[in-house]
Nanobody, 122 residues
Framework: QVHLVESGGGLVQAGDSLRLSCAASGRTFSSYAMGWFRQAPGKEREFVSV????????VYADAVKGRFTISRDNAKNTVYLQMNNLKPEDTAVYYC???????????????WGQGTQVTVSS
């Protein structure tokens, strides 16, 4: 069992930055890929980014490429999502999740956090 807790969300203006954190407990954190997804009101959950267990391979959705950066600290059992130049369309609940391999498909993820709200005003 893995327990995930996201933090760092909030209300910001377009162009601002936020850093989300996801703290994990339970099974060996460093063995798993960690992903970020988001879900806006009335929309399906969508992939944002994923990082391999070793931290040396990352994937980003086209919508966030060049603006968001995913990273992890296995010593702290934490994964981060640095979000720069935020846009109103980034408004969503952001979820972190654990997978056994690096994947952009939410069906490949075994454990999910409760989510943190990010709201970007124009």
């Amino acid at each position: 069992q893995v327990h995930l807790v996201e933090s760092g969300g909030g209300l910001v203006q377009a162009g601002d930055s936020l850093r989300l954190s996801c703290a994990a407990s339970g099974r060996t954190f460093s063995s798993y890929a960690m992903g970020w997804f988001r879900q806006a009101p009335g929309k399906e959950r969508e992939f944002v980014s994923v990082i391999r267990w070793s931290g040396d391979f990352t994937v980003y959705a086209d919508a966030v490429k060049g603006r968001f950066t995913i990273s992890r600290d296995n010593a702290k059992n934490t994964v981060y999502l640095q979000m720069n130049n935020l846009k109103p369309e980034d408004t969503a609940v952001y979820y972190c999740a654990v997978a056994r391999w690096t994947s952009s498909r939410d069906g490949d993820y075994d454990y999910w956090g409760q989510g943190t709200q990010v709201t970007v005003s124009s």
